[in-house]
């Protein structure tokens, strides 16, 4: 009895904590398991158990499928409407789920969830020592919902295009943050949600950044000194569109972070170094936001700090947006336009991040770089000898995200198909004889279905962008 009530509790609390986490600040290690756990298994075990489905490796296999399914759906529709909204999209996953246990409740509720199904013979007994269709009313029950779970198989081959599509191809987004740049097209160059340090951050708890809890920390220790980090990419850019989210989370009031273009140098860009010629765009935790220059050890001001209604003041999020087009720089935060300059003395170089005023701590959320496919100052990018070459932890991701696990991704998903669809066709019109070989297939779907969910997780971290 009190099994009837295991998942569909689970569920619900499950999707209650999903919401929970999606709409109140916690800690981002806690925010990333009950989120990777709600959308990888909790939106298609409730939409599976409707089917009762009485084997747990068809039911485990079908529920993670169809959630990645959903998941990914819903996201593609959000993003190709142009109203992408990750709250949104958790509430209608939560919705739906806790719809789909409703019907779980009432069952449990009766003391029963199950139809009748086919029970395997406490022995094998010939098949042509009983009487004829003896066993056949007793498989037959089983058909309906046999044939139920069929329909749902070719969700795992969809779900297993998706996940084995490279994600590491360039993605493309139209923009129309500067002049010239109205039908401009951009592609991805970096996508950092600092899951881990395979890019090569600098990466120093005792210095002034470091990773932590999935998020990159800055602190500016060292009274008098800002910090500024350079992104780990081996090429310096010209036109380009860089976005970072932030969040400050202690140090006294007024200080600043934001975004770092066109660095021409010299190096190293480690947080400590306070040399260099590049461009700096600001907020900070009253609601300003600023622009600077740096030229060597002076700052140039392009615009002093000047309160604006689109940036969230104290400790809440801010995603910060620097356009760098040209001589254009336009400098977005939270999607709205607070500052546009002309400045031409810079013209390319790398790029990064920044944090100032003394004792300021501040964490870096998510960061990435854009460059425009065509029409853009890039056509000269040059590789940086200082960042030249992969880390050991960038060949490691390579290896687990690239071609390789693509194909791999691919034959296991297929594989995995076609044995579940002889099993369930064993299962809807075999004889007694099809237990025994449904049996063996199961030794047989077991070690896939571990390969899938492991490939599936490498793919989902990199495809999803966590809450």
Not at 204 to 215: C, E, I, L, M, V
Not at 298 to 309: E, G, H, K, Q, V
Not at 399 to 405: F, N, Q, T
Not at 427 to 442: E, I, N, Q, S, T
């Amino acid at each position: 009895m009190a099994r009837l009530w295991l998942w569909p509790s689970a569920i619900t609390l499950s999707a209650l904590g999903m919401f929970a986490v999606s709409v109140a600040e916690v800690a981002p290690a806690l925010r990333h398991v009950i989120a990777f756990w709600f959308l990888l298994v909790c939106p298609g075990m409730a939409a599976v158990r409707l089917l009762r489905i009485r084997e747990p490796v068809v039911e485990w296999t079908l529920a993670v499928a169809l959630s990645l399914a959903l998941d990914l759906l819903l996201a593609a529709m959000m993003v190709y409407s142009g109203r992408w909204s990750p709250v949104s999209g958790v509430l209608l996953l939560v919705a739906f789920s806790i719809g789909c246990v409703l019907p779980q409740f009432a069952w449990a509720a009766r003391g029963s969830d199950q139809v009748t199904a086919p029970t395997a013979p406490t022995e094998l007994i010939p098949v042509g020592d009983l009487p004829a269709r003896s066993f056949l009313p007793e498989l037959r029950r089983g058909r309906a919902s046999a044939v139920a779970r069929l329909l749902l198989v070719p969700v795992i081959v969809l779900s297993g295009l998706v996940v084995a599509a490279p994600v590491d191809a360039p993605a493309t987004t139209p923009f129309s943050g500067a002049p010239g740049t109205a039908d401009a097209t951009l592609r991805l160059v970096m996508d950092e949600p600092f899951l881990d340090n395979s890019q090569g951050w600098p990466d120093d708890p005792q210095s002034t950044a470091w990773h932590a809890d999935g998020t990159y920390r800055l602190l500016a220790r060292r009274i008098g000194q800002f910090v500024a980090v350079g992104a780990p990419l081996p090429q310096t850019l010209g036109d380009v569109v860089l976005t970072g989210v932030f969040r400050k989370v202690g140090g006294p009031p007024g200080g600043g972070y934001g975004l770092i273009v066109r660095d021409a140098g010299p190096g190293p860009r480690d947080g400590l170094n306070q040399g260099g010629r590049y461009y700096v765009f600001e907020a900070n935790d009253r609601g300003e936001v600023g622009i600077w220059r740096r030229e060597e050890d002076n700052w140039a001001t392009l615009l002093t700090w000047t309160r604006s209604p689109a940036v969230a003041p104290g400790g809440a999020t801010n995603e910060l947006t620097v356009a760098a087009i040209g001589r254009s720089l336009t400098f977005h935060v939270n999607g709205v336009e607070v500052a546009r300059r002309e400045d031409e003395l810079l013209a390319r170089g790398a790029v990064g991040v920044f944090a100032g005023g003394d004792l300021n701590d501040v964490v870096l959320e998510h960061f990435t770089v854009r460059v425009p496919l065509s029409g853009g100052d890039n056509s000269a990018a040059t590789t940086m000898p200082s960042q030249a070459g992969s880390s050991a932890g960038t060949a490691i991701a390579s290896i687990a995200l690239g071609p390789p696990a693509t194909r791999l991704s691919l034959v296991v998903i297929f594989l995995l198909n076609a044995l579940l669809i002889v099993k369930e066709m064993m299962r809807a019109y075999g004889g007694l004889r099809a237990w025994v070989w449904m049996r063996r297939l199961d030794l047989a779907i077991a070690p896939l279905l571990i390969v899938f969910v492991f490939v599936v997780g490498l793919r989902f971290a990199r495809l999803f962008r966590l809450l």
